[in-house]
């Protein structure tokens, strides 16, 4: 199940991302969206085994705060319609959509 993370800090890397969700089960995938240069967007996604890892996962972190910036963490087909429409689909990876 497929989770999406936005408000990183900026110096989050991929394997950051994978570790911050590792207490709560298998991490398949993270990944950190950066622009063509190679900046952070600050936003990624992770993709756990199973939707129960998925759920315990954004009810520990949605919200909470990783060096100074408060995480919001929803289930990835959701945040389209949660009004996240500043992101278009094009940002996310292929290997989430």
Known sequence: MNLFVDGLPSSFSSQDLSDLFTDF???LKAEVVKNPEGNSLQFGFVAMGTSQEAYRAMAS???SIVRDHSLLVVLAEN????G??????QDTPSSFA
């Open 84 to 89: 996240r429409s500043h992101y278009s689909t």
């Open 25 to 27: 089960g298998t991490v």
């Open 79 to 82: 945040q389209w319609s949660a």
């Open 61 to 63: 972190l949605n919200r």
